[in-house]
Nanobody, 122 residues
Framework: QVQLVESGGGLVQAGGSLRLSCAAS????????MGWFRQAPGKEREFVAA????????YYADSVKGRFTISRDNAKNTAYLQMNSLKPEDTAVYYC???????????????WGQGTQVTVSS
């Protein structure tokens, strides 16, 4: 399994920005994809964004389209989530995850990071 380490969470005011990073422990295969999910207290883990390593194809949840951007640096085995125009409802623990095909479903991702807290104050 791939080991994943997230960083970049924190406290930000509404309207602000944060960039999350997810470093993978080993070289990825061409079909691998990375995803970002989030889980707020008392809620289920939900999909945020995903990207395929090979060609950069992306998926986004409707709630973050136009505000969040997922990207990757193949040379560094690192994926990023740039979050702009943050809202209090974006507050959650954010997790990165890896899978061997582009997906939006939690159950399709087999490797997970430890999570990083993002708090957006109003």
């Amino acid at each position: 399994q791939v080991q994943l380490v997230e960083s970049g969470g924190g406290l930000v005011q509404a309207g602000g920005s944060l960039r999350l990073s997810c470093a993978a422990s080993r070289r990825t295969f061409s079909s691998y994809a990375m995803g970002w999910f989030r889980q707020a207290p008392g809620k289920e883990r939900e999909f945020v964004a995903a990207i395929r390593w090979s060609d950069g194809s992306t998926y986004y949840a409707d709630s973050v389209k136009g505000r969040f951007t997922i990207s990757r640096d193949n040379a560094k085995n690192t994926a990023y989530l740039q979050m702009n125009s943050l809202k209090p409802e974006d507050t959650a623990v954010y997790y990165c995850a890896a899978t061997n095909f582009l997906s939006t479903r939690v159950e399709d991702f087999g490797s997970w990071g430890q999570g990083t807290q993002v708090t957006v104050s109003s």
